[in-house]
């Protein structure tokens, strides 16, 4: 079984940058789908970016794209989320999560937290103007 511990959350001012680890146990092996989700203060959760582990494609979300990069250490099973440029709108509490039900490409679709079966405990970012 797949376990994931999200981390690297804090406050920041808007145009700085964080970076979110999320460290992989349990059943860490190539090709699985590790994703990043965030949820504001009343509104649904919506998918960030995805990728396969070791070496397979990612994807994005467009609001993040060209700001946000994730990326990934295998020798350390971890998967980071790079932000820069952050604005006071990706204020969240941010998730990393798994999916073995091959929606991992549907990261930017509404809705797609239901394909997701494994979730972190979730790290906070905030973002001042």
């Known amino acids: 079984q797949v376990q994931l511990v999200d981390s690297g959350g804090g406050s920041v001012q808007a145009g700085g940058s964080l970076r979110l680890s999320c460290t992989v146990s349990?059943?860490?092996?190539?090709?699985?789908?590790v994703a990043w989700f965030r949820q504001a203060t009343g509104k649904e959760r919506e998918g960030v970016a995805s990728l396969y582990t070791s070496g397979g494609l990612a994807f994005y979300a467009d609001s993040v794209k060209g700001r946000f990069t994730i990326s990934e250490d295998v020798s350390k099973k971890t998967v980071y989320l790079h932000m820069n440029s952050l604005q006071p709108e990706d204020t969240a509490m941010y998730y990393c999560a798994h999916t073995t039900t091959g929606a991992c490409s549907l990261i930017g679709s509404t809705s797609s937290a239901r394909f997701f079966e494994i979730w972190g405990q979730g790290t906070q970012v905030t973002v001042s103007s």
């Open positions: 349990g059943n860490f092996y190539s090709g699985i789908c």
